[in-house]
């Protein structure tokens, strides 16, 4: 079984992008993001109704990293410390050597390839340094920004779920995309 330490918090860089820690002074972006019915669109979470609840967001990140249980990088441009997205391995499968990657940018800052790089990134780290071997992400069918990432980024379409998650009084389908490590 993998052994999982995320202590000290590895800030990760790319080209245009620093990933850092979440933490409550990102509270305003947090919020920003999980309250816009446009954001969450293909997020079967409850919107961010409050401060204090962008709040215990964050609280539910350090939760994970904490406990080694999962980590999530705020994504910022190099030149501006602000959040704008949140990316990180936030399921992970220490058994089975696999984490599901999940992420969220402010709308404003689709289609500028943010989001490609960050995964590339994000993927680097799970491969390199938490010796995942393989990683996978479940997304909306219909969100065709997402499944452009994926696929930008080396993803395969493993499955396509139908009607598994109950919510909101519907049933949702699902589509699993997964990266085999063959570093």
Request: glycine share 6%.
């Amino acid at each position: 079984m993998l052994t999982i330490n995320f202590n000290p918090f590895p800030n990760l860089e790319t080209e245009r992008l620093l990933l850092r820690r979440v933490d409550a002074s990102d509270v305003n972006e947090i919020f920003n993001l999980r309250s816009n019915p446009e954001t969450m669109k293909y997020i079967p979470r409850p919107l961010v109704k409050t401060t204090e609840d962008a709040l215990e967001h964050i609280a539910m990140i350090d939760a994970k990293i904490e406990n080694n249980e999962g980590i999530n990088w705020a994504i910022t441009l190099k030149e501006n410390p602000k959040l704008i997205g949140i990316i990180g391995h936030y399921r992970i499968k220490p058994e089975n050597h696999r984490a599901e990657i999940g992420y969220i940018l402010l709308p404003e800052f689709n289609g500028q390839g943010i989001m490609a790089e960050a995964v590339k990134e994000a993927v680097r780290y799970g491969f390199e340094v938490m010796q995942l071997h393989s990683i996978e992400a479940l997304i909306d069918p219909e969100n065709f920004g997402s499944e452009k990432v994926l696929q930008k980024s080396g993803f395969i379409k493993e499955a396509h779920l139908k009607e598994n998650e109950f919510y909101d009084g519907r049933f949702l389908d699902t589509v699993i995309y997964s990266i085999l490590n063959r570093i």
